[in-house]
C-alpha cells in the first residue's frame, strides 16, 4: 500500500500551519514522507507540545520542600512523610468524551491510572469534574448518562475509589462537554520510577495490550476545534479495558521489584511516538524501532497506523537486559504482551523500520524539544461593568430555586455509581466536602479536591484564577488536612483568539499569585485548548486538584451538626453577588465582578481552622450560593432544622471569598470566640441547629420538604 502524496489538504488535516510544515521541510531538508509527518504532526500538536501554552505555564510555581518531582513527568510526587509519597494528576479527555461519551471518559480515567502506576505508585484515589451543557440541551442527557457510566464502569472494574469531584451545567458546554480525570496513587520515596531513558544499546520494551487502530489521530483531534464533520471523528476515540489495565498494573508493580526496569512511560496521547520520543529525550538518546515486533491486533496495520493508534493498556520500558528472562515471566503470568521492539542508540535519531524498510528517519531531540513555541497575541479581559442592583428576594424562595438546580442538588445520582468503597480505606462518602482516604495501615490519612468556578474566571480571568485555588484550600483546610500542592487542568477556548488567550494568561496569574501565597505548588497538569464548537468558546475553566495530608485521622474536622449547635462564621462578609449562583439561577443574570481573594486571610483562616480544629465539631467552607446554602447542607445531611439570624439577601448569598461555617456547642464557640480575638480574624454567630425547619430571611418551610427536592432534582433534571 503506497503512500498518499503530502498535499496542502493532508498537511491541514494533520493540525500543521503551513509556517510549520515549512519548518519540519528546514529541519529534514527534504519532504517528509506519510509516516514522518504523522509523527511531526503527533508530537507538535497543542494537546503534546503545549505551545501555545509552555511560555505561561513556565511561570508558575513548581517547587517546595515537600515537592519530590515536579511537572514535566507522568505525574507529580509530594512528600508525605515516613518514607511515603503520594503521586497525582489530572488530565482531560473532553473531545473524545463528547464524541463518544462511554469509552471517552473510561479511558481518560484509565489513561490518568496509568499515569500514576507507571510511577511505581497503586492508585488509591479517583476523582472527576465534569461540565456539562443545559440539561434541556438535546445532547445533555446521553453525555451525562454515558460520561458518568463510562467512569464508573472503568474506575469500579479497576478498582479504584471514586471519592469525589464535581459537576456543573451551563450553556457554554452545550457543544463541548468537559471530563477532567484525577487519580492518586501512593509510592515509596525509593520506589520511584521516571521515564528518561539511559544508557545505549538497552532494549526498549512494548508492554501490555496489543495495538489496533482505534485512537488513530487521537491527539490532533484533541487539538482541534468542532464543527459539522463531528461524527467523523468517532473512530479517533480509543476502546477501554479496566480488567487488562488491572492486569498491567500488577504486572508494572511487580516488574518495579525486580529491578528490571531502566525507564518506563504509559503510551497515552500519541501512543507509541509519544512515549518513544519522550523516554529517548529525556535520556538525550535516541531509538530504534522495529515495528514488526509490534504485538497487532488487526490485519495489515501500517507504520502510520502503528506510530499513532492510542490502543489503550500499554506501556513502553527500557529494559536491563540481563534482566529479560525474568521481566518477561512476570508478563506472561498476568497473560500481557513483552515485545522487545526496539533499542537505545548514542545518535539523536529517530528509526523506524518496518518489513526490511526504514520508514521514518529524524532526528529526535526536535521532535520534542524544537516543537513550535507560540507567544500568542492576547488582550485583557476588560474589567466588569457596574452591576444593576439585585431585588430583595423571599429567602426560602431562593435556597428553592438553588437546590432544585441540579448545579447545587445533592449528586448521589452521579457518585452512587462510582465505586467508593473499594479497597477499604475510603474514611467518608462523596458529596461530604473533601474525599478522605487513609493511608493503609496508617493513622495518616489523605484529602483530595477539585474545583473552579468558571463564571468567576470569564468575568475576570485573573481573580477566577486565584479563587480557584483558593476554594480547593479551603476544602482541605475545612477537613484539618494540611494543604500540600496541586495539579492543574487549564480547559479553554481557541488561543489563537486574543480574548481566549488573554483569558489563559489571566488565569495562568492568578493560579501562580495563589500557589506561591498558599505554599501549594502545582507539580502537575494538563492544558486542553480549543475547546469550541462553530466559534462557540466554553467557558474559561481552570479545574485545579488539591492534595492535603491529615497526619492523624483523630485530627479530621468532621461536618457534625445536632440540636442546639452553635453556627459560627469565620471571614468578613460584605455580600458580594457579581457573577454569583443566585443571581444565575433566581435571576438568569450572568453580571458583575467575580469576588476578590485576600490571599493573606485565606492563609490567616486556614491556619486558624487547623490550629483550632478540637473546638470544631463541624466545617464547611463557602462557595457557591454563600451562608445560606452552606447552611442547608449542612442541616439536610445531619437531618436538623436550621436557623439563620442575617435577613437581608446579600448576606445569606453573597460569595465573599475565605469563609468557613464552623459547627460547635456553646462552650466551645465561647473558646473559639477567644482564640479568634487572639489570632486577629473575625468571627461571629449567625444562627443555631433546632427543630425540623429551615428559618432565614424571615421565612421557612420544613426540612423534609426541601431535602426531597434538593434529594430528587439532579436525578430529574438528567432524566
Known amino acids: 500500500m503506497h503512500d498518499p502524496a503530502i498535499t496542502p489538504e ?76 503520594v503521586v ?127 485512537g488513530v489521530g487521537g491527539a490532533t483531534m484533541a487539538s482541534a476545534e468542532f464543527d459539522d464533520t463531528i461524527e467523523e471523528k468517532r473512530p479517533t476515540v480509543q476502546v477501554g479495558d479496566p480488567f487488562t489495565e488491572k492486569r498491567l498494573m500488577e504486572a508494572c508493580l511487580e516488574l518495579m521489584q525486580t529491578g528490571a526496569v531502566i525507564s518506563i512511560q504509559d503510551m497515552g496521547a500519541a501512543g507509541l511516538t509519544c512515549s518513544a520520543v519522550e523516554m529517548g529525550d529525556k535520556g538525550k538518546l535516541g531509538i530504534r524501532l522495529n515495528l514488526d515486533a509490534v504485538p497487532q491486533r488487526e490485519e495489515n496495520m501500517t507504520p502510520y497506523e502503528m506510530m499513532l493508534s492510542e490502543s489503550q493498556e500499554r506501556m513502553l520500558m527500557v529494559l536491563r537486559p540481563e534482566k529479560e528472562a525474568e521481566a518477561r515471566a512476570v508478563f506472561e503470568k498476568w497473560d500481557l504482551d513483552f515485545a522487545i521492539v526496539g533499542e537505545t542508540i548514542a545518535e539523536d535519531r529517530f528509526l523506524i523500520q518496518h518489513r526490511g524498510e526504514t520508514v521514518a528517519d ?79 495501615g496508617t493513622r495518616k490519612a489523605l484529602a483530595f479536591t477539585s474545583d473552579v468556578t468558571p463564571r468567576y474566571v470569564r468575568a475576570n480571568p485573573e481573580e477566577g484564577g486565584k479563587q480557584a485555588v483558593a476554594e480547593a484550600y479551603r476544602n482541605l483546610c475545612a477537613v484539618g488536612a494540611k494543604p500540600l500542592a496541586t495539579t492543574d487542568n487549564l480547559n479553554f477556548g481557541n488561543p489563537e483568539k486574543p480574548e481566549i488567550m488573554g483569558q489563559f494568561v489571566g488565569a495562568i496569574k492568578g493560579i501562580g499569585a495563589a500557589c506561591a ?26 479545574t485545579i486538584g488539591a492534595v492535603g495530608l491529615l497526619d492523624d485521622l483523630d485530627h479530621l474536622i468532621g461536618r457534625e451538626a445536632r440540636e442546639g449547635h452553635v453556627l459560627l462564621l469565620l471571614g468578613e462578609t460584605e455580600g458580594h453577588l457579581g457573577q454569583s449562583a443566585l443571581l444565575h439561577e433566581v ?86 470566640m477567644v482564640a479568634a480575638g487572639q489570632a486577629g480574624v473575625t468571627l461571629q454567630t449567625v444562627g443555631r441547629f433546632s427543630g425540623d425547619t429551615v428559618r432565614m430571611g424571615g421565612s421557612e418551610a420544613p426540612l423534609s420538604e426541601l431535602s426531597a427536592i434538593f434529594r430528587g432534582a439532579f436525578a430529574e433534571a438528567v432524566g
Not at 118 to 123: F, H, S
Not at 385 to 414: Q, T
Not at 597 to 610: N, P, Q, S, T, Y
Not at 633 to 656: K, N, R, W, Y
Open 10 to 85: 493532508i498537511i491541514e488535516a494533520h493540525g500543521l500551519k503551513p509556517e510549520e510544515y515549512a519548518e519540519i521541510l528546514r529541519i529534514l531538508n527534504r519532504d517528509p514522507n506519510f509516516t514522518e509527518l504523522g509523527i511531526f504532526s503527533a508530537m507538535w500538536n497543542e494537546h503534546c507540545s503545549y505551545k501555545s501554552s509552555k511560555k505561561w505555564l513556565r511561570t508558575l510555581p513548581t517547587e517546595g520542600p515537600q515537592v519530590i518531582c515536579g511537572p514535566g513527568e507522568n505525574a507529580g510526587i509530594v512528600d508525605i512523610g515516613d518514607g511515603q509519597a
Open 88 to 214: 497525582f494528576k489530572m488530565e482531560s479527555h473532553n473531545h473524545p468524551s463528547y464524541i463518544e461519551p462511554y469509552q471517552g471518559a473510561a479511558t481518560g480515567v484509565g489513561g490518568i491510572l496509568r499515569d500514576v502506576f507507571t510511577m511505581g505508585a497503586r492508585p488509591i484515589a479517583a476523582m472527576n469534574a465534569l461540565s456539562f451543557g443545559e440539561p434541556d440541551h438535546p445532547r445533555t442527557r446521553t453525555l451525562v448518562s454515558g460520561v458518568v457510566a463510562g467512569i464508573g464502569g472503568y474506575g469500579n472494574c479497576f478498582g479504584v475509589p471514586t471519592i469525589g469531584g464535581e459537576v456543573r451545567f451551563h450553556s457554554a458546554y452545550n457543544g463541548n462537554c468537559l471530563v477532567n480525570a484525577f487519580a492518586a496513587g501512593l509510592a515509596e520515596t525509593d520506589g520511584i520510577f521516571y521515564s528518561a531513558a539511559s544508557g545505549v544499546g538497552m532494549p526498549v520494551v512494548y508492554l501490555g495490550a496489543k495495538t489496533g487502530r482505534d
Open 362 to 440: 529524524l532526528p529526535l531531540a526536535t521532535l520534542a524539544g524544537s516543537s513550535p513555541e507560540y507567544d500568542r497575541p492576547w488582550v485583557e479581559t476588560p474589567p466588569a461593568p457596574e452591576m444593576d442592583p439585585v431585588p430583595e428576594i423571599d429567602a426560602i424562595d431562593a435556597l428553592r430555586a438553588l437546590i432544585s438546580s441540579p448545579n447545587y442538588a445533592h449528586k448521589g445520582w452521579v457518585f452512587e455509581q462510582y465505586d467508593h468503597m473499594v479497597m477499604a480505606d475510603t474514611v467518608r462518602v462523596p458529596g461530604q466536602g473533601a474525599g478522605i482516604v487513609r493511608v493503609h
Open 517 to 542: 501565597a498558599l505554599d501549594v505548588p502545582i507539580v502537575s497538569g494538563n492544558v486542553s485548548l480549543y475547546n469550541e464548537t462553530d466559534g462557540e468558546p466554553i467557558l474559561p475553566t481552570p
Open 587 to 672: 435571576f438568569r443574570r450572568e453580571d458583575g465582578d467575580a469576588p476578590h481573594v485576600d490571599l493573606d486571610k485565606e492563609w490567616a483562616h486556614g491556619e486558624f481552622i487547623r490550629a483550632n480544629r478540637d473546638w470544631i465539631d463541624g466545617c464547611t467552607d463557602l462557595s457557591d450560593g454563600g451562608l445560606a446554602l452552606a447552611a442547608f447542607e449542612m442541616a439536610e445531611s445531619a437531618d436538623v432544622g436550621v436557623i439563620l439570624d442575617p435577613a437581608d439577601t446579600q448576606t445569606l448569598f453573597g460569595e465573599d471569598q475565605g469563609r468557613y461555617l464552623i459547627t460547635c456547642s456553646y462552650d466551645k464557640a465561647e473558646a473559639l
